[in-house]
């Protein structure tokens, strides 16, 4: 099957500072990718859509000067959470589906990113 | 708009016994169908997929699950359990066609007991 990874794995930062993950489609083009923020024990909760070459469409309720989203190549997203605090502490995770023939709406998803903010 | 229930944020049984997650779905055109499994610390993958043609589908692992649209559902099975199929299941669904947004149910926790 298709492979994302996702970079950091762990990251622990001082507040205030700017954390950014990447998310790469390895074997694979993906225009669109998808983060997702998981609090503990509970589901995914979409964050943004990220569209390669424009905007990243943003989910009601998410500041997007916070968590700036680049899709820069049809094989990588990168999610800045900027200024970040205690409270963006979560675990992120990105995923991506196919653009080509291939594409059967199924969602690739990244290892995810622990993201602990002192 | 979608929606997906999932019956039961945590299930409990004995290892060899019969797993049953429970997913409900509710979608206003035919729906892309999906279990994902997430061990701790990882991200999802897939167990197994609905689209379209055959409603019983197999999966990895020994699981499957059956499309019953007159029940909008879509329940995971496994006959046996086995220690290693302790962890998180999401059910999801989408709207056909591939390029829609995915929703997730809350998860279930499968804990399987010795």
């Known amino acids: 099957g298709a492979v994302v990874s996702q970079h950091p794995s762990w990251v622990i930062c001082k507040s205030g500072t700017s954390v950014k993950i990447e998310c790469r489609s390895l074997?694979?083009?993906?225009?669109?990718m998808f983060w997702y923020r998981q609090f503990p024990k509970q589901s995914l909760m979409l964050m943004a859509t990220s569209n390669e070459g424009s905007k990243a469409t943003y989910e009601q309720g998410v500041e997007k000067d916070k968590f700036l989203i680049n899709h820069a190549s049809l094989t990588l997203s990168t999610l800045t959470v900027t200024s970040a605090h205690p409270e963006d502490s979560s675990f992120y995770i990105c995923?991506?589906?196919?653009?080509?023939?291939?594409?059967?709406?199924?969602?690739?998803f990244g290892e995810g990113s622990r993201l602990t903010v002192l | 708009a979608q929606s997906v229930t999932q019956l039961g944020s945590h299930v409990s049984v004995s290892e060899g016994a019969l797993v049953l997650l429970r997913c409900n779905y509710s979608?206003?055109?035919?729906?892309?169908l999906f279990w994902y499994v997430q061990y701790p610390n990882q991200g999802l993958q897939l167990l197994l997929k609905?689209?379209?043609?055959?409603?019983l589908v197999k999966g990895i692992n020994g699981f499957e699950a059956e499309f019953k649209k007159s029940e909008t559902s879509f329940h995971l099975t496994k006959p046996s359990a086995h220690m290693s199929d302790a962890a998180e299941y999401f059910c999801?669904?989408?709207?056909?066609?591939?390029?829609?947004?995915?929703?997730f149910g809350i998860g279930t926790k499968l804990q399987v007991i010795p």
């Open positions: 995923s991506a589906r196919r653009t080509d023939r291939a594409n059967t709406g199924e969602l690739f």
């Open positions: 609905y689209t379209t043609g055959a409603t």
């Open positions: 979608s206003s055109v035919p729906p892309y």
């Open positions: 074997d694979f083009q993906a225009t669109t």
């Open positions: 999801a669904v989408s709207e056909s066609g591939g390029y829609q947004k995915v929703t």
